[in-house]
C-alpha cells in the first residue's frame, strides 16, 4: 500500500479502541540531527496526523501515552517541554480538532502539573466533551500501578464491602471509566514492553510492535497494523468455538 498512489480499503473490523506508545522521539531526533524537543513536537505532529487517520479508519478512541510517571526522571529541561507542547496544542490546535469532531479527556494525576496546565487540560476537556467523531484520551502525569492504587484508596474511602469489589467495580474507579478497555495497543521504536500504560485495561488488548520511531509512523502502517488486527481471533482465554 502506498499512501500517495493508493487509496485505503475500508476495513471490515477496526478496533475501537487503540492504545498508542509514542516511543522513539528522541532516537527519530538524534537521526535526523534535531532536538529531543523537535523530536517531541514532531511526535506530536504525527499524532495529529494519526487521528485524522483514526477518523478516516473508523477507530473511535484512542489512547495517548504523552507523558509516565516516570517521565519525571527526565531532565528538567525535556519535562518542560513536553508539558509546553501539550499547553501549545490546548492552545492552538484544539479549537481545529474540536471543529472535526474530537473530544479530548485525560488520563492520570492533574495535580501535580502546574496549574496553568492544569486548567488548559480542564478548559480543553470542557469546550470538547459533546464532539463525538473520535474521543482522544491523554495519557499525561500517567502510570498504570498508580492507576490502580488511587482505584483502591476510593474504593476503601467509598467503604465498599469486599463482598461488592469485583472487576467491573474497580473498572469504574479507573481512570477509564465508562470507556471501552483498548483492543489494540501499538508501540513504536521496537521495544516489547507495556511500560505501566494501561495495564489493568490492556488485559486481553492485541499488540502491534513496529521498529519505526513514532515521528515516522504513517498512515500505511497504521492501516497495516488496523489490518492485521482485523485478521487475529480473539479468544479472551476461551477456545475456538
Ligand atoms: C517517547 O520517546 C515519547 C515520550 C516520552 C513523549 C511522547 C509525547 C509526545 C509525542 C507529545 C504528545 C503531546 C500531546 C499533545 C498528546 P522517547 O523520548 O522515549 O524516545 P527515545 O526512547 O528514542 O529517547
Redesign the pocket.
Given at each position: 500500500m502506498n499512501e500517495l498512489t493508493d487509496s485505503f480499503p475500508l476495513l471490515e473490523y477496526p478496533p475501537q479502541h487503540v492504545g498508542i506508545?509514542?516511543?522513539?522521539?528522541?532516537?527519530?531526533?538524534?537521526a535526523n540531527g534535531k532536538s529531543?524537543y523537535q523530536?517531541?513536537?514532531?511526535?506530536?505532529d504525527?499524532?495529529e496526523r494519526l487521528l485524522d487517520d483514526s477518523i478516516e479508519f473508523g477507530v473511535k478512541m484512542i489512547t495517548?501515552?504523552?507523558?509516565?510517571t516516570e517521565?519525571w526522571r527526565?531532565s528538567t529541561i525535556?519535562i518542560k517541554g513536553?508539558m509546553k507542547?501539550?499547553e501549545?496544542?490546548?492552545d492552538n490546535?484544539l479549537v481545529e480538532l474540536s471543529r472535526k469532531g474530537v473530544q479530548l479527556r485525560h488520563l492520570g494525576d492533574l495535580e501535580k502539573l502546574e496549574s496553568t496546565l492544569r486548567k488548559k487540560i480542564l478548559q480543553g476537556i470542557e469546550s470538547t466533551r459533546h464532539n463525538e467523531k473520535l474521543i482522544?484520551n491523554?495519557a499525561?502525569n500517567y502510570g498504570g500501578r498508580s492507576e490502580i492504587v488511587q482505584a483502591v484508596q476510593r474504593v476503601i474511602q467509598d467503604k465498599i464491602p469486599p463482598e461488592q469489589i469485583t472487576e467491573e467495580l474497580l473498572s469504574r474507579y479507573m481512570y477509564t471509566a465508562g470507556s471501552p478497555d483498548p483492543d489494540l495497543i501499538i508501540r513504536t521504536?521496537g521495544?516489547f514492553r507495556t511500560s505501566n500504560f494501561l495495564i489493568w485495561q490492556a488485559a486481553y488488548a492485541e499488540y502491534y510492535v513496529t521498529p519505526t520511531?513514532?515521528p515516522d509512523f504513517n498512515k500505511t502502517e497504521y492501516y497495516r497494523a488496523l489490518s492485521e488486527f482485523g485478521k487475529r481471533d480473539r479468544r479472551y482465554g476461551g477456545r475456538k468455538g
Open positions: 506508545i509514542m516511543d522513539g522521539n528522541g532516537r527519530w531526533a538524534e529531543r523530536g517531541h513536537q514532531a511526535g506530536t504525527n499524532l495517548a501515552y504523552a507523558f509516565s517521565n527526565r525535556e513536553l507542547i501539550l501549545r496544542v490546548i490546535r482522544l491523554v499525561f521504536s521495544e520511531y513514532w
